[in-house]
């Protein structure tokens, strides 16, 4: 069987900043509250006067993706688009990055697991590659949050976590033993889907778009039990880890890089902590992004491969934690 490795991969972020400051301009909230229970400081917002889109970021991201793999979009076999805050209801992203991009007429498929969407799109097209299907498949992460938030003090606790923003990589079939992706590794535990959601438009109500429910608290914005989601991310996620590390015969100290989702600084700490693991290993960028959730691992692993903490070789470890609830973990041999 083949594998699939990582060929080229890109992000990007939309230019206008938004600092902690900003925010106490329309959110009732302080930088000091952000920073010490979120580490956040800042995030990008996306500009719909510049006529801005979420495939749009996907765009860009995946022009730096496909130029650093050496190919076009002629090449690529399959998209694979993960995220929670597509263009449209309906269609999806994939097929209006398809289309922005010129590809061939070639699947777009859309992946909705919100902050596991990149590990879980990224297993997708693992398997397409593995079963000799695809060759080069387009794996992306891409979220507008900023235009969907509750900035009244019913939302603050959420609204002050996400940013805009979108990461994908070129994954591509190699012969090369040992190399690529080791193993994914992907749950879910539905019990707990109203914990963090965003309820409407909802297709089994009455009417689906109540104006009602467009007030400060209504189901058109996200909802989070903060603490509850809190303490299943800093469990689940090192059982996700260590189940893709015993997956393959391998202990903490074997990973060269950690490259959790950046949910919470204090989420990414404990999780450091549990797995004992130097701040070297471990990749956190949620101070210049937010939650950018489908995009954050791409996000991340880019700019860890730009700084050259991540090197040929290197044991690279993805996880995620986060809306359904899903999690995710994958072991990347770079
Ligand atoms: O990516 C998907 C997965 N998501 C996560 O993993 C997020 C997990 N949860 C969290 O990261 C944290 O729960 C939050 C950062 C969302 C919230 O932090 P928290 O420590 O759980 O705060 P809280 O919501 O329990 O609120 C604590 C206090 C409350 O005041 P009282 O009742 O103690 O007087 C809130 O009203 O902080 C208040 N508060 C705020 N104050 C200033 C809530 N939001 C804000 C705010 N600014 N933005």
């Known amino acids: 069987m083949k594998s699939s490795k990582i060929a080229g991969l890109g992000f990007y972020v939309p230019e206008k900043v938004v600092t902690n400051q900003d925010l106490t301009a329309f959110v009732n909230t302080t930088n000091e509250w952000i920073v010490e229970r979120t580490g956040v400081r800042q995030r990008h917002y996306f500009d719909p006067e510049k006529g801005e889109t979420n495939f749009g970021f996907a765009v860009k991201a995946s022009e730096i993706a496909l130029q650093r793999a050496g190919l076009t979009p002629q090449d690529i076999d399959l998209i694979v688009y993960a995220t929670l805050s597509p263009d449209y209801y309906f269609p999806g992203s994939g097929v209006l990055l398809q289309r922005a991009m010129d590809f061939r007429n070639i699947a777009a498929i859309?992946?909705?697991?919100?902050?596991s969407g990149f590990i879980y799109a990224l297993s997708v097209a693992d398997q397409f590659i593995k079963t000799g299907m695809y060759k080069h498949v387009l794996v992306v992460g891409s979220e507008i949050h900023s235009s969907g938030l509750d900035y009244s003090d019913h939302g603050r606790h959420v609204a002050v976590i996400f940013g805009d923003g979108a990461g994908a990589v070129v994954l591509s079939a190699t012969d090369e033993p040992g190399k690529g992706i080791l193993s994914t590794h992907l749950h879910s535990e539905g019990k707990y889907a109203e914990e963090l959601a965003v309820i409407y438009p909802k297709s089994s109500a009455k009417n689906r778009n109540p104006i009602e429910e467009l007030q400060p608290g209504g189901g058109f914005y996200p909802v989070m039990n903060g603490q509850y989601v809190f303490k299943h991310?800093?469990?689940?996620?090192?059982?996700a880890i260590m189940e893709a590390l015993e997956a393959n015969n391998y202990k903490p100290e074997d990973i060269d890089i950690l490259v959790p989702h950046q949910a919470n600084i204090r989420i990414t700490q404990a999780v450091q902590q549990r797995l004992g693991l130097p701040d070297e290993k471990v990749v956190s960028n949620i101070q210049n992004y937010g939650n950018t959730t489908a995009a954050s691992i791409p996000i991340a692993l880019c700019e860890a491969w730009e700084a050259?903490?991540?090197?040929?070789?290197?044991?690279?470890?993805l996880c995620s934690f986060g809306s359904g609830f899903t999690w995710a973990s994958a072991l990347i041999r770079w």
Request: aromatic residues 0%; proline residues 4%; hydrophobic residues 35%.
């Open 110 to 115: 859309d992946l909705r697991a919100q902050c």
């Open 233 to 239: 991310a800093v469990t689940r996620m090192p059982e």
């Open 308 to 317: 050259g903490r991540i090197k040929e070789g290197d044991l690279v470890c």
